[in-house]
């Protein structure tokens, strides 16, 4: 994850950004920022380059994200930086992600990054989860996920948007209206998962690290499907026993009787004949709430970030507003007992 050419190396980076601005620092290195490490030679007046020759970035993100201005001599766009700043494991590049979209993708992050810390209210180097957690573009992608988490590897993936679907259809002589590269960058692909993904980070560190249990890694016990209350467990006040009491609320209306929506959940599953237990997984039901809830406060601060979450999945899987504004409350406990466990 360094430059190629004559680039500034880490330690440089990270102290540059506190002697000029943002804006500074690109204009120093407008040469090198935009080249990521990847396999071959990059030609050195590419189309990339001239684009980005006047600082458009922050433009092009103002249709990602609407929110707080980025502190001057926080520098979104420099892997290094980000690695540094946040304390992350690395960044990669799958080998089909023009330099372009590796520049844009990292920019996203850095932001989407420091509008996450701002509604979560973690230290900087507790959102890299200590060196923990990697995030990768379009580089280690499976099967029909847009994006994903490895709890083995703690590297979250990101898909790069796909191919104009038109231009494909040209072979079978079909002609399909153009999706314009903007709309595909803004809203296909994994943009819009992160907060998804980020939250089955914490889930399996504060679990496996923090709050550690005997029988079970994760703090929502990772893939069980199990809905029956753990009362004891409920009434410990730290993260597992507040993740229990949330999805005990999330499963459940009252005792003996499920809540709207998972009995919804249960119902649209058997009517379209769903026979995986996705959908019912305790950590997927954690996830999806997770990113609602970042979008939620947010949205309590007039903010937005398209990549950092937007819906992504059918709407029966979601909570409804009213659901989801009950349960925040239990949610900012567990914020804060996450929070206090942190070193």
């Known amino acids: 994850n360094r430059y190629l050419g004559k680039a500034l190396t880490r330690k440089e980076v990270v102290a540059t950004s ?3 601005d943002v804006k500074s620092v690109y204009k120093r290195s407008v040469s090198n920022v935009k080249k990521y490490e ?3 030679d990059i030609p050195s007046s590419s189309r990339m380059e001239i684009y980005y020759e006047d ?4 433009k092009y993100f103002e249709k990602w994200r609407k929110g707080k201005a980025l502190p001057k001599n926080y520098i979104f766009f420099n892997p290094t930086f980000l690695m540094d700043y946040y304390g992350l494991k690395g960044i990669q590049y799958g080998n089909w992600v023009s330099q372009e979209d590796r520049f844009n993708y990292t920019a996203a992050l850095g932001i989407a990054l420091f509008d996450m810390k701002t509604v979560l209210g973690l230290k900087k180097e507790s959102l890299g989860l200590y060196g923990k957690l990697g995030i990768a573009f379009g580089a280690r992608g499976r099967s029909g996920a847009l994006a994903h988490f490895e709890p083995n590897t703690y590297a979250i993936n990101l898909t790069r948007y ?3 679907p038109a231009v494909k259809a040209l072979k079978y002589g079909l002609i399909l209206k153009r ?3 903007l709309e595909r960058k803004l809203f296909a692909g994994g943009v819009g998962s992160f907060a998804h993904e980020y939250g089955h980070a914490l889930d399996y560190f504060v679990g496996g690290y923090l709050v550690k249990d005997s029988e079970h890694y994760s703090l929502s016990q990772g893939r069980s499907t199990r809905t029956r209350p753990d009362k004891a467990l409920i009434r410990k006040s730290n993260a597992r026993g507040l993740m229990e009491l949330l999805l005990n609320k999330i499963i459940w209306q009252s005792e003996g009787k499920l ?12 009517k379209r004949g769903m026979k995986s237990d996705y959908w019912i997984r305790r950590n997927e039901l954690f ?3 997770f990113e609602q809830y970042v979008a939620y406060k947010l949205g309590k601060r007039k903010m937005s970030n398209v990549f950092l979450s937007k819906s992504k999945y059918l709407g029966f899987t979601y909570l409804n507003e009213s659901e989801l504004r009950k349960l925040v409350p239990v949610m900012d406990k567990l914020m804060a007992s996450i929070r206090k466990a942190m070193p």
């Open 38 to 40: 990847d396999v071959g």
């Open 179 to 181: 999706t314009p590269l």
């Open 162 to 164: 796909p191919d104009d």
């Open 18 to 20: 506190y002697k000029y």
């Open 259 to 270: 809540s709207r929506y998972y009995s919804n959940l249960k119902e649209e599953m058997a």
């Open 287 to 289: 996830a999806r709430f």
């Open 55 to 58: 600082f458009p970035i922050l």
